[in-house]
């Protein structure tokens, strides 16, 4: 079984002949102080931050294209096959949304990972987030400590991965 495999992205595209005429200018700061004037083509220089943009779209949202055994139906016009891996989305396995961030749902997620593991005991859970889920989640964890340390709405302590020692 094939799980996943890299993607090939690539795109063609042609101008009119005039458009070589326009020309986009940079300037580009050196390490002295001064700087550099670097051209390219216009059309060029547009085609690439489209090609730039639509190839952020795959990274995230991509979707493989093959089956279980490796094959892919989509050619190219040479007839050669179009590979298409996953997009990290697609490779996600664990995720979750919700609407706000509460000690409970934090609690609620990390339960989920552990349910029916045999060889749970002294297992580490990472959460990757960004700066507005370190944001959320600082201010879920405040709110649930502000209240009192406790496992439950009831005060019991069951099933609190939250705890930290007195």
């Excluded at 952020?56 to 298409?84: A, I, L």
């Excluded at 919700?98 to 552990?114: A, C, V």
């Amino acid at each position: 079984m094939v799980r996943s495999k890299i993607g090939t992205v690539r795109k063609s595209y042609q101008f009119s002949g005039n458009a070589k005429d326009y020309v986009a200018q940079f300037e580009l700061p050196l390490k002295e102080g001064s700087s550099t004037k670097l051209w390219m083509d216009y059309e060029e220089y547009r085609h690439m931050l489209k090609f730039k943009e639509e190839c952020e779209m795959y990274y995230w949202y991509g979707q493989r294209k093959h089956d279980d055994n490796g094959r892919t139906q989509m050619t190219d016009e040479n007839g050669q096959p179009v590979v298409s891996g996953p997009g990290l989305f697609e490779q996600i396995i664990n995720k979750d949304t919700y609407s706000t961030l509460t000690q409970r749902k934090i609690e609620d997620t990390i339960g989920d990972l552990f349910y029916g593991m045999t060889d749970a005991t002294d297992k580490q859970v990472t959460l990757y987030t960004g700066v507005g889920g370190a944001r959320e989640f600082d201010k879920a964890l405040r709110a649930y400590y502000a209240n009192g340390v406790s496992g439950t709405s009831d005060g019991s302590a069951t099933n609190s991965y939250l705890r930290t020692a007195h």
